[in-house]
Antibody
Framework: QVQLVASGGGVVQPGRSLRLSCLGSGFTFTNHAIHWVRQAPGKGLEWLGLAANHGRSQYYADSVKGRITISRDNAKSTVYLQVDGLRPEDTAVYYC??????????WGQGTLVTVSS | QPVLTQSSSASASLGSSVKFTCTLSSGHRDYFIAWHRQRPGEAPRFLMKLEGSGRYNKGSGVPDRFSGSSSGADRYLTISNLQSEDEADYYCETWDINTLHVVFGGGTKLTVL
């Protein structure tokens, strides 16, 4: 069955960097773009960006552009999200999603990032 | 960039029907959307892709009680025979063909009475 397992979350001090991973299985990984979406406590969904299926293109939301980097290793069926200069407002559950036909049709379980000193 | 507008909350009785609305901003009324459900403490789940024509494709395992429809800039999700497990937040999503960015609506919180 389709699985997306996000990992790498935890408690991080403000100003630090963090790299999250998203491991995909149960589908042909190279056929799909993978997106990152976050959700701050009690808030709605915020799209962060995507890695195209071939890994050569990335697109980022204006709100986080310049602070995040998305990369992809198809040999490992893994997509990465690096967030630099972490701020308390980056505290959120970070989800990776599989995209098919321009919609996010499967969500991973998410990983919690808490930015606190 | 498209903007999606959703009511913040809705309520309906067990066994009844409820219809959610997601409204596309001016200039984007032909866009397709996706509907997602998020139960408390869980990750979101894809429900369906809904086109401006009203045609929709549901995700795997989504019950027949869930259906979609469209009218102009409005995209609808209807749930019939409401169950207690339908109590959740419902989000719509679309994709901007020009920037390749994804946009989410603010979500509607459903309370099942």
């Amino acid at each position: 069955q389709v699985q997306l397992v996000a990992s790498g979350g935890g408690v991080v001090q403000p100003g630090r960097s963090l790299r999250l991973s998203c491991l995909g299985s149960g589908f042909t990984f190279t056929n799909h773009a993978i997106h990152w979406v976050r959700q701050a406590p009690g808030k709605g969904l915020e799209w962060l960006g995507l890695a195209a299926n071939h890994g050569r293109s990335q697109y980022y939301a204006d709100s986080v552009k310049g602070r995040i980097t998305i990369s992809r290793d198809n040999a490992k069926s893994t997509v990465y999200l690096q967030v630099d200069g972490l701020r308390p407002e980056d505290t959120a559950v970070y989800y990776c999603t599989r995209n098919a036909d321009h919609v996010n049709d499967f969500w991973g379980q998410g990983t919690l990032v808490t930015v606190s000193s | 960039q498209p903007v999606l507008t959703q009511s913040s909350s809705a309520s309906a009785s067990l066994g009844s029907s409820v219809k959610f609305t997601c409204t596309l901003s001016s200039g984007h009324r032909d866009y397709f959307i996706a509907w997602h459900r998020q139960r408390p403490g869980e990750a979101p789940r894809f429900l369906m892709k809904l086109e401006g024509s009203g045609r929709y494709n549901k995700g795997s395992g989504v019950p027949d009680r869930f259906s979609g429809s469209s009218s102009g800039a409005d995209r609808y999700l209807t749930i019939s025979n409401l169950q207690s497990e339908d109590e959740a937040d419902y989000y719509c999503e679309t994709w901007d063909i020009n920037t390749l960015h994804v946009v989410f609506g603010g979500g509607t919180k459903l309370t099942v009475l």
